[in-house]
């Protein structure tokens, strides 16, 4: 198959919002794809190419294709070979293999398939067809059961592979996937609620647990071998020594764990976020030291247990990790819920997961049966500058500058703004359309990369809370911001100033915080 017949049906997934338009226009695509084509394709049409990470980054990339070819004539294939080719390439002379490899790709492929394609290397590409999509139109494609199809790619943790099985294998091959003690499979995951007392409502009967601030984990143990996974199902075993120790000490031979790790200061209490997530992605040993907690256990000595209720889940995963469970406690009532969440809170935690515990673990989906109860914060920042954008947003002002309101120049002048993170997340196209138009009307200066501006601007952002950083001057940066709307009834004097936002560090942190975010 052409390249080019792939990118089409990309980009007509990405241009509706009519889930059934989408299956139909991917089912259509998987049905033409020879055996040898379906891994390469549903790796591109997710932006996660069967070969990982091919160490090429936006740098290697800018310019690195040349002059786009005319006539559409690369295949699936072709591209699947130069993904190799990229892979493997190492040593001495392999960034000179590597541009030579994306010289001779880019040479064959149109300007749409360049833009694709280097929005698959890097991870980018947005069509829309999302793995609950492709999942579905992968079923539609092979004529078998969703349910079916949905439960091998959850087993299997590979949709690729999952595709593969439905499309070509013989008559059984897909119900046989099953769970596998040290494959990992994809995690359950959680839908949202406004209250723990909200939640409760909605899943009855419940175990109302910490949402710890940690790094999600599945561990594997079959003996004395132990293996561990993040939530990308990526093994990071040899990064959490500490982890594998807890893991081999209990009592079973056989195990799958779902769990979180994250780092304990002096009197028990969590350390920030990226203090975990730096000691998480460390290849060798720190000082910091991770905690695992469990939430739930999948398999225990020969026996599965994702299909049966939580309420005997949790019975098992008392047994062999009592000491390292998440806290929380089974109740119907909402007041109890609530003073949970309190609770967790107070103890520097993100706030609850209520879990109904009649619920069998769906791995790899979001349920109704486990609901997530945290804060969420939003405020009113100024918008100091705006990058141009890359892939689909090139062309577009996208990437914000956000700054607070410093009314008493802690950080600078009195009544100036202090800088306190970027975001992209939340943009619609029409708002990229009206920041490209508007913000060039109150630059002050640019680059070739942004425009700086007159800090009149006035935006809604909302934000999971703040972390300390020495990034920028204020010492904290925020955490996952994402854009909800400007505020054009706003002057930006009343903006939320950076006293406000640094009061969200916990404790003591908003004193001499300098530590890099």
Not at 355 to 364: C, F, I, Q, T
Not at 376 to 392: F, I
Not at 421 to 428: A, D, E, P, R, Y
Request: hydrophobic content about 40%; cysteine-free; glycine content about 12%.
């Amino acid at each position: 198959m052409l390249l080019d017949e792939l990118v089409a049906t990309a980009e007509r997934v990405a241009s509706t919002r009519s889930r059934l338009a989408k299956v139909d226009a991917l089912a259509t695509l998987l049905g033409g794809l020879a055996p040898d084509e379906i891994l390469p394709a549903v790796g591109f049409l997710t932006a996660k190419p069967r070969q990982g990470r091919v160490g090429v980054g936006w740098r290697g990339l800018a310019g690195a294709m040349g002059e786009p070819a005319s006539d559409a004539t690369l295949t699936l294939l072709d591209v699947d070979e130069a993904l190799d080719q990229l892979a493997t390439a190492s040593g001495a002379g392999s960034s000179a293999e590597r541009a030579r490899v994306l010289r001779e790709l880019g040479s064959r492929a149109t300007a749409r398939e360049q833009d694709f394609v280097s929005r698959v290397i890097l991870g980018e590409l947005r069509t829309g067809a999302l793995e609950g999509v492709l999942t579905d139109a992968i079923a539609r494609a092979a004529d078998r059961p969703g349910d079916m199809v949905r439960r091998a790619a959850m087993l299997s943790g590979d949709l690729g592979e999952t595709a593969r099985i439905a499309l070509t294998g013989a008559p059984g091959d897909l119900e046989a996937v099953g769970l596998v003690v040290g494959r990992p499979v994809l995690p359950m995951l959680a839908g949202t609620a406004p209250s723990a007392g909200a939640a409760l409502e909605q899943v009855g009967e419940a175990s109302v647990e910490y949402k710890l601030d940690g790094a999600r984990i599945q561990v594997h143990r079959s003996g004395d071998e132990v293996r561990v996974f993040t939530r990308n199902l990526a093994e990071i075993t040899h990064r959490v020594p500490e982890v594998v120790e807890v893991v081999r000490g209990m009592p079973a031979r056989d195990l799958i764990l779902d769990g979180e790790t994250l780092s304990l200061d002096e009197s028990g209490a969590p350390r920030p976020f990226q203090e975990t997530m730096s000691r998480f992605g460390a290849e060798a040993a720190r000082e910091v030291l991770l905690h695992p907690w469990f939430f739930d256990v999948l398999h225990v000595d020969g026996v599965d247990l994702l299909d049966e209720p939580l309420a005997e889940r949790m019975q098992a995963l008392e047994r062999v990790a009592g000491p390292h469970r998440i806290p929380g406690e089974v109740t119907t009532d909402p007041e109890v819920a609530e003073r949970v969440a309190r609770e967790a809170l107070a103890a520097g935690h993100e706030g609850v997961v209520v879990k109904g515990v009649e619920a069998p673990y769906a791995a790899g989906r979001r349920g109704a049966s486990w609901l997530k109860v945290k804060p969420v914060h939003t405020y009113d920042l100024v918008v100091l500058a705006a990058e141009w954008g890359s892939g689909r947003r090139s062309g577009w002002l996208s990437n914000l500058h956000l700054g607070a309101l410093d009314p008493v120049g802690e950080f600078g002048e009195p009544g100036g703004f202090v800088m306190v993170g970027k975001t992209f997340k939340g943009l619609t196209d029409e708002l990229l359309r009206w920041q490209t138009e508007h913000f060039p009307t109150i630059e002050t200066r640019r680059s070739a990369h942004a425009v700086w501006l007159e800090p009149v601007t006035v935006v809604e952002i909302a934000i999971d809370g703040v972390q300390r950083s020495s990034r920028y001057p204020g010492g904290i940066a925020l955490r996952f911001a994402r854009v909800k709307r400007y505020r054009d009834d706003k002057r930006p004097d009343e903006a939320d100033t950076i006293q406000t936002l640094r009061g969200l560090l916990r404790g003591g942190e908003a004193e001499g915080a300098t530590d890099d975010g």
